[in-house]
């Protein structure tokens, strides 16, 4: 097992952080949403299938 001295750990940190600093290549994504208002049949099977009660009978 190797132990690292403190001077190593120091250079490896700036080392480290030199990397951290290079730039990226800054890609710009955009996303666009849209809202739709449409009819949702939450209970196709007519059914709570939770509790396997029918809509009539579920509270
Ligand atoms: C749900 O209830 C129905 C009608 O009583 C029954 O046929 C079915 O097997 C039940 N389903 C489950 C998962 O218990």
Redesign the pocket.
């Known amino acids: 097992m190797w132990a690292m001295k403190a001077g190593h750990l120091l250079w490896a940190l700036l080392l480290m952080h030199s990397l951290w600093s290079l730039p990226t290549d800054g890609a710009i994504r955009n996303y666009y949403l849209g809202i739709q208002d449409m009819q949702w049949n939450y209970a196709p099977k007519g059914?709570n299938?939770i509790t396997?009660?029918t809509l009539n009978n579920d509270t």
């Open positions: 059914r299938v396997n009660q």
